[in-house]
Nanobody, 134 residues
Framework: QVQLVESGGGLVQPGGSLRLSCAAS????????IGWFRQAPGKEREGLSC?????????YYADSVKGRFTISRDNAKNTVYLQMNSLKPEDTAVYYC??????????????????????????WGQGTPVTVSS
């Protein structure tokens, strides 16, 4: 059974940093593309950053987080991370990770996961809340 568990969320001041973790159980994470998404109150869930399987050499970032967030993976720990720096109040949301196993792990599929993943991804974590406030 594919299970994803997010952790690392919490309350942080504007300008601060957090590192979120997405741990997998029941499957080997390194064969999956992994994406981070968030959903703020009253808004649709949006894709933030996605990373290709295996060595994670291909990544995609939404414009809203480019230059501030960094996605990475540690296959030995079966975990994908999202380092979030320079946090803003508008980053407040519940953050989710999701897994996908496309036929190819190319930039187009990684980007597709982030841009359209809400319409087809099946494996989601339960989410971890992030609040950015002074």
């Amino acid at each position: 059974q594919v299970q994803l568990v997010e952790s690392g969320g919490g309350l942080v001041q504007p300008g601060g940093s957090l590192r979120l973790s997405c741990a997998a159980s029941g499957f080997t994470l390194d064969t999956y593309d992994i994406g981070w998404f968030r959903q703020a109150p009253g808004k649709e869930r949006e894709g933030l950053s996605c990373i290709s399987s295996s060595d994670g050499s291909t990544t995609y970032y939404a414009d809203s987080v480019k230059g501030r967030f960094t996605i990475s993976r540690d296959n030995a720990k079966n975990t994908v991370y999202l380092q979030m720096n320079s946090l803003k109040p508008e980053d407040t949301a519940v953050y989710y990770c999701a897994a996908d196993n496309p036929p190819l792990s190319t930039f187009n599929f990684v980007r597709r996961m982030c841009v359209a993943g809400n319409t087809y991804l099946e494996h989601w974590g339960q989410g971890t809340p992030v609040t950015v406030s002074s």
